[in-house]
């Protein structure tokens, strides 16, 4: 499956119910909101496919109030950051992490872990490394919470694009 087919499956899926769609080429990701008649931009860099499954899993974790704001009101840190903005991070992203890893196993691509710090200080290699270990650990843990999340209320979304990328995946 190629990004250009990810794109298909997840308009196939939120264009019309919630004026959203998904669309590569960005040189960062980022998510608009809806305005006036055009429709809300969730934006995933150049065409890579986990950039797409990843914005796609933010975006199904965000509530309505979030999917009305630039980014989803988030504020992001640049690389490089210090072990602590790491450990942030990597506690803000665990989620959608593991919602990636789901999407990825639905579409049959592999998944691979985004640390997003690729110009951090040498002199904090081994604690980054460390980090990203515990990381590595707690994602594991996270895929049976978000398991039982997608068969939820609040997992709609997010089990409607699993089964669409299951069903295109074959």
């Known amino acids: 499956m190629n990004a250009a087919r990810i794109v298909q499956i997840f308009d196939a899926c939120f264009a019309q119910s919630h004026a959203t769609r998904l669309v590569g080429g960005g040189a960062e990701p980022i998510y608009l909101p809806a305005s ?18 990843h914005e796609a899993a ?21 690389s490089p950051r210090s072990a602590v903005e790491q450990s942030q991070f990597y506690r ?11 999407f990825s196993q639905a579409a049959g691509v592999p998944f691979t872990v985004s640390t997003d710090n690729f110009a ?18 707690q994602l594991d843990q996270q895929h049976a919470r978000t398991r039982t999340w997608l068969d939820s209320s609040g997992g709609v979304r ?13």
Request: proline letters at 0%.
């Open 58 to 78: 933010h975006w199904c974790l965000a509530s309505s109030v979030r999917r009305q704001q630039t980014d989803f009101g988030y504020r992001y840190i640049q």
């Open 158 to 170: 997010a089990h409607k694009f699993v089964n669409a990328l299951r069903m295109a995946h074959g």
């Open 92 to 102: 803000l992203e665990l989620r959608s992490q593991s919602l990636e890893w789901h």
């Open 36 to 53: 006036g008649s055009d429709l809300a931009q969730l934006i995933f860099r150049d065409d890579y496919i986990s950039s797409a499954l």
């Open 120 to 137: 951090a200080d040498a002199s904090l290699e081994d604690e980054i490394r460390r980090l990203e270990q515990d990381f590595m650990c």
